[in-house]
């Protein structure tokens, strides 16, 4: 059985983190996209604005936010020191800085930004509740979250603990949307990463490309019972798939932020938040 780690633990693994999962040349495939899409819908949110981004990794986001998004200023933070020294030599503009935080609490005022975008972080918290409510904190009483979490239902298929040993909780989407609105007035539930059906199996053979993230700190039986379901996945298919290899539709589709459908559910869910 899978033992989820320590808050210690976690945070010892993301502090030597480079930038999560994007390598420094973005683009290339399926994942990489995936995550810029996420800023890419971010931005609408960014223009004229004061902005933080939450666990920012090495600052592609952040810089894209200050860059297309027309941000007046962008700060972006991460508990990642090595990933911050990368943010701060890769992604550089006049408007754009980068602060090393503590895992449990950011360093600002109240009511400092007026967006604030938080892309696959709240389920690394501890207390997630205790962590929306510190970023409500730091939101402007007119503000707006742009929020992302997996959905638990295609990331660990129900399993009570996370396949995921660096995730202390993950969410079905009815129990997101609650703590949401716990500490927001206004949600609006977006998706990302594919919308589909609710069988699990269909939606693994898919997003077999996830799957190669679960592997480090995995007890040995979850590790091998991981490399039988992805070899039974995988098929003749190689772990990146380059844009220009598959329908580009398909891959719009694989990719985007689109609103919410009934009676299916995304991969990730992404929600927009104001105070």
């Known amino acids: ?21 994007l390598p420094e040349v973005a ?55 090595e990933a911050i020294r990368k943010a701060k030599g890769l992604y550089r503009n006049l408007n754009l800085s980068y602060e090393i935080i503590a895992p449990s609490s950011l360093p600002f005022e109240d009511k400092l930004f007026d967006t604030i975008v938080s892309f696959e972080t709240i389920e690394h918290a501890d207390s997630p509740k205790q962590f929306l409510v510190e970023l409500k904190r730091v939101l402007k009483e007119d503000g707006m979250l742009v929020i992302s979490t ?48 609710l069988d699990v199996l269909t939606v693994a053979k898919k997003n077999y490309i996830e799957m190669k993230y679960y592997t480090f700190g995995v007890e040995s039986t979850m590790r091998q019972a991981l490399s039988g379901i992805k070899r039974l996945l995988k098929g003749k298919r190689d772990v990146r798939v380059a844009p220009d290899e598959i329908d580009a539709q398909v891959f719009k589709q694989r990719c985007e932020v689109t609103e919410w459908k009934e009676s299916l559910e995304p991969y990730t869910m992404v929600a927009v938040c104001k105070k």
């Open 27 to 81: 683009g290339n495939d399926v994942v990489e996209e995936i995550h810029l899409e996420r800023y890419r819908f971010a931005a609408q949110f960014a223009r004229e604005r004061v902005v933080l981004d939450c666990a920012c990794g090495i600052g592609y986001g952040a810089f894209l936010l200050a860059t297309r998004g027309g941000a007046s200023r962008v700060t972006g933070v991460d508990i990642a020191k």
């Open 1 to 21: 059985m899978t033992r989820p780690l320590t808050s210690e633990k976690r945070a010892e693994h993301h502090s030597k983190l480079d930038s999560g999962r």
């Open 150 to 197: 997996p959905n638990k239902r295609f990331h660990s298929f129900g399993k009570r603990t996370p396949w995921n040993p660096f995730h202390s909780v993950e969410f079905y989407p009815k129990e997101f949307l609650s703590l949401l609105k716990d500490e927001f007035s206004n949600v609006v539930f977006w998706g990302g990463q594919e919308f589909d059906s």
